[in-house]
């Protein structure tokens, strides 16, 4: 008689997997193996004719279990088929059928404990087939042939992760997905394991096991077969960057959790094994950086379809499940809420409770506060009754009080003893978790239902108590909580200060008057209006503030007097829209900024091609809104717009509002935008507006019927554009034509950056419309345009020929020596008008310097060089230091950084700094000096003729002594500042767009691109003329 074995499962299942030509084979060899065996002959004409479930039955019905095992064993080792032969030796001994067993049942009662009742309801129905092809690309992605493979299931924190964990397992040990794919599949919750002392990988599955030994060499025999399932990798402090050597390979050796992790995670541990890793998006981006062959799967939550069939699952009135999700949608932020199962549970039950009593869903759904308080005081009020016991409000007060120590100490799983320092007695707990507002984590651990339940609690306790009754010292006063919140210090306050303002609210007053008894105290209201009304007060303050966050507080409370005295005296404003909530709050709250002079906006994915986000005709609405500031704000002069994307409606909007007369902006600046609308339209605007005068467009790509559209208008007699930047637009030599025809005809432009864009032959188009007389530009940029030294004759003749331009830029170009002998020509030359000069970066050497040394001694109009990350050398700096002594040298700013200059030169730089009367400013930056060096620059500094006002040196180019001299020197001389910019130091190539407003005397020494930026506090005085760019 057969076995239980082979009764339950039977050799069918093993011979299917024979191929036509392994059949005959086995067939063949059955025989000879009978016959070795000592078994009786089964009768070769049945074998012969039989089809693979034909000889399953001969074989179950000649011998018993042991001997028909012991046959196919041998045959399948014969024809090379070890695997059948290992898969039947597993299935003989019966591990793996009971330990999918005992996964079956650990999983299914975690889920009825662990996750809430209607959720695991509709989430637990019969897997469909796209459900289950979902669920394979689990066990089995397509984006991979090899055996072994990691996937990082990514999403927010409560998204439903380990939910679909347990359904990959379930659906696992059901033999529905993966059973061919995996024989153990092994799961790991990290908020279990940080708890753990030392141990090895083979305690972690022992501790799990459903018999007292684990089979070792069973599990570790075909480790292609494992799946380790890593669930909640957040909460594990793992370093994905120790080196080899720490970690582990042999998982029977005891070693810190977080090591055995990442040795499995890095493949040190069972490299052929697979893994899926859950985590949150910023742990996501680390794994996909640190492990190999990543493949990530992102769980985006509810779309609007699964919403609404949720809404009817738990609202079984399909008239009243219609009407709640209609309610919702109306406010984006439930709505965008609802797409995380749990939450969208939460809106649901207090919708029903809420209807159930005669309430409006629209009503409930006014504020996302309004539906949270609903639901919060609900739980805590008994069915059929019309307010709270006694009990009811202390434990609500408990848990609030708890929530507010969470907050603050960033605690969000709590043990037993933390509950009871907070009033919550133990009896407490059962009635807590029967309301869903507590969930029990693990052994006598609990956390909120979701992050934002607890900010929720928090923000309560805030209100309702004076936070210094609480009994830890880090709970804070109302006033510190709000601007902790706005300040984002806090990274993970993502609500609380939303739900303490909207809990200001008039309407939430009222519902907890009614519920404790008592009005909250008046005090709270007027300790946020202050903390609100100094930030308008305070430009410092104003600059630490989240305008986003500010703006989501403000909206929340929803009182259109405050908000406009808090937003009114606010001047510049930063806006990054991802969503259409975004949209809606920014365009009722920038319409109270009356007092804006600076608006930055940045929208990247409202109108962008994504099939989980509809693009709505409120967003249109709402973003005309926004536009509308532009035109009805007296005070706003300057507007950006950065990586953005604009569809034809948001574009003609955008346009419309520009191109009005009204509309007094005198700056606009596009870097990264995508204008998917008409081109000539927005030309149009500079024709329409003649108050804008500085125009940026960077990084966006323009056809050269674009340049002819832009020059078009720039030729139009209304148009005012003063300044022009075109970086990094794909220029090239071909627009250059139709850029000098604007250059000989176009009177008021002034100022033109063409940096990176590949010019290359047409800067000599450029070069003979400036050489024209009637050129005025006085400003050009042309960094970075593959200029070369063939270019210099035309740079050279130009620079002789024209009267009018003042700063030239040509850094990041292969000029080499060759081309500045060229240029130096025409340089030297006493009537050449060029003030400044930037020429970083442009493959000079020693030998460059002979050319410029009489550029210094005779042109007295050139007052600013920056020559810096050329290998001047030493020798080099020695030959200009003899002409920057010189009489008649008049240069003011001195860029030598990254020129490969030692202490050797410190005794050529002593000269200069006593005996120039007019050096303010020498960069040497990532430059190798010593302190024998700086001791002697310090002298220099400290010599009464020294004119010098700025120094920059590097953070890494000196050593501590070194630093303590230049900082001792600096602190004797009040004049004196050194600036040590991390990012001048490397890159300072080129001047940065400047804008200059009328009245506004522009006076900086500038160092490269960041050196305009923003900029140190401690800028010094200039005695010198105005600096425009340089």
């Known amino acids: 008689m057969a076995s239980s074995f082979f009764s339950d499962f039977g050799l069918m299942w093993y011979l299917e997997e024979l191929s036509r030509k392994e059949l005959v084979k086995f067939k063949e060899l059955l025989k000879q193996e009978a016959e070795e065996l000592g078994l009786k002959q089964i009768p070769w004409s049945e074998v012969k004719r039989a089809s693979k479930e034909g000889l399953a039955n001969l074989l179950t019905k000649h011998y018993d279990g042991p001997q028909a095992w012991a046959v196919t064993g041998r045959v399948f080792l014969k024809i090379n088929r070890k695997d059948l032969c290992v898969k039947a030796m597993r299935e003989s001994t019966g591990h793996t059928r009971k330990y999918r067993a005992h996964v079956k049942e650990k999983f299914s009662d975690m889920w009825r404990r662990n996750t809430i009742t209607d959720v695991a309801e509709f989430f637990h129905q019969k897997i469909t087939q796209e459900e289950r092809q979902y669920l394979e690309l689990f066990l089995r992605p397509e984006a991979t042939e090899k055996q072994s493979y990691t996937v990082v299931l990514q999403g927010v924190k409560r998204i439903g992760k380990t939910m679909l964990l347990m359904k990959i397992i379930l659906a696992w040990s059901d033999g529905i997905i993966g059973q061919d794919r995996f024989s153990y599949i092994f799961y790991f919750c990290c908020g279990e394991l940080k708890k753990l002392p030392a141990t090895s990988l083979a305690e972690l599955i022992s501790r799990e096991w459903h018999e007292p030994s684990v089979p070792g060499i069973e599990i570790t025999a075909q480790p292609e077969r494992l799946l380790f399932i890593i669930d909640s990798f957040e909460k594990l402090k793992c370093d994905l960057n120790q080196s080899e050597a720490e970690l582990c390979s042999d998982w029977e050796e005891q070693q810190p959790v977080p090591v055995l992790v990442s040795s499995l995670l890095r493949k040190k541990m069972f490299p052929e094994s697979s893994l899926i890793i859950a985590t949150t998006p910023d742990l996501s981006q680390e794994l996909e950086k640190n492990l190999k062959d990543v493949q990530v799967q992102v769980m985006m939550g509810f779309d609007d379809y699964s919403k609404k069939l949720y809404f009817s699952s738990i609202l079984p009135n399909w ?26 549970w939460l809106v649901c039950t207090c919708l029903k409770q809420e209807m159930e009593r005669g309430q409006e869903p629209a009503e409930v759904c006014r504020c996302t506060t309004t539906l949270y308080t609903s639901f919060i005081l609900h739980a805590f009020t008994p069915r059929g009754a019309h307010g709270p016991s006694p009990q009811g409000r202390g434990q609500l007060q408990g848990l609030c009080a708890l929530a507010a120590e969470g907050m603050w100490t960033n605690t969000f799983v709590f043990p037993e003893d933390m509950l009871g320092r907070n009033g919550i007695a133990t009896s407490d707990i059962a009635t807590l978790l029967d309301t869903k507002v507590l969930l029990k984590e693990h052994a006598d651990c609990y956390s909120f239902l979701h992050l934002s339940v607890q900010e929720f609690c928090a923000a309560l306790f805030h209100v309702l108590k004076n936070p210094s009754e609480h009994h830890h010292p880090a709970v804070a006063s109302v006033d510190v909580l709000l601007m902790t919140y706005l300040d984002r210090t806090k990274k993970n306050w993502i609500f609380l200060g939303c739900f303490l303002m909207g809990l200001l609210h008039e309407n939430e007053q009222r519902k907890l008057d009614a519920f404790f008894g008592f009005q909250p105290s008046q005090e709270v209201k007027q300790l946020c209006h202050q903390s609100l009304r100094r930030v308008n007060e305070n430009e410092d303050l104003q600059s630490q503030v989240d305008f986003s966050k500010l703006s989501y507080c403000l909206f929340e409370m929803q009182n259109d007097d405050f908000v406009r005295e808090v937003m009114e005296p606010i001047k510049k404003v930063n806006c990054l829209i991802l969503d259409n909530i975004d949209l809606i709050i920014f365009s009722y709250c920038l319409k109270f900024c009356r007092s804006l002079k600076k608006l930055s906006l940045c929208i990247e994915n409202i109108w962008a091609k994504q099939p989980h986000r509809p693009v709505l005709d409120s967003s249109l609405v709402c973003w005309d809104q926004i536009c509308s500031v ?49 081109m000539r339209l927005f030309f149009d605007i500079f024709i329409q507006n003649p108050n804008i005068r500085y125009l940026s467009i960077s990084s966006m790509k323009l056809s050269c019927e674009d340049v002819y559209l832009l020059c078009e208008a720039l030729g139009h007699p209304t148009c005012n554009i003063e300044s022009l930047n075109l970086e990094d637009c794909s220029l090239s030599a071909d627009h250059c034509d139709t850029m000098a025809w604007v250059l000989t005809h176009n009177k008021k432009l002034r100022q033109l950056s063409l940096t990176c864009n590949y010019l290359d032959t047409g800067v000599g188009q450029l070069c003979a419309a400036l050489s024209c007389p009637e050129a005025v530009l006085d400003f050009l940029e042309l960094a970075c345009c593959y200029v070369s030294q063939q270019c210099c004759p035309a740079l050279s003749e130009m620079l002789v020929r024209n ?189 940065v767009w400047d804008i200059r407003l009328p009245g506004v005397s522009v006076q900086r020494l500038c160092f490269g691109k960041a050196a305009l930026g923003t900029g140190p506090s401690r800028t010094p005085t200039v005695t010198a003329e105005p600096l425009r760019l340089c």
């Open 319 to 344: 008239g009243q499940a219609v009407q709640a999700f209609n309610a919702v949608q109306e406010n984006k932020q439930l709505s965008r809420l609802c797409e995380m199962p749990l939450l969208c």
């Open 630 to 678: 532009f035109r009805r704000n007296e005070y706003l002069f300057d507007l950006q717009m950065k990586d953005s994307i604009l569809n034809e409606s948001a574009c003609v909007a955008l346009y419309s509002h520009l191109r009005e007369p009204h509309c007094l902006l005198q700056s606009l600046k596009m870097k990264g935008v995508v204008l998917n609308g008409e």
């Open 803 to 991: 009267s009018t331009l003042r700063h030239l830029d040509l850094s990041l170009n292969i000029l080499k020596d060759e081309g500045l002998e060229i240029l130096c020509e025409a340089l030297q030359l006493p009537y050449c008008s060029l003030r400044s000069l930037c020429i970083t970066e442009c493959g000079f050497s020693t030998h460059g310097c002979h050319y410029l040394v009489p550029v210094l001694m005779y042109n007295q109009n050139l007052r600013h060089l920056q020559i810096g990350v050329n290998a001047l050398g030493d020798a080099g700096v020695k030959l200009l230091c003899e002409a920057l002594v010189y009489p008649h040298c008049r240069i003011q700013t001195l860029g030598l950084q990254g020129c490969g200059l030692t202490s050797a030169c410190c005794g050529d730089l002593w000269d200069i700094l006593t005996h120039s009367k007019t050096l303010e400013g020498l960069n040497l930056s990532s430059n190798s000096l010593d302190y024998s060096g700086v001791a002697l620059l310090c002298k220099a500094l400290q010599h009464p003729q020294c004119p010098l006002k700025v120094l920059w040196m590097g953070k890494g180019d000196l050593d501590e002594e070194s630093w303590a001299l230049l900082r001792t020197v600096e602190e004797r001389d009040p004049e004196l500042h050194i600036w040590t910019e991390l990012d001048w130091l490397v890159w300072p190539t080129r001047p």
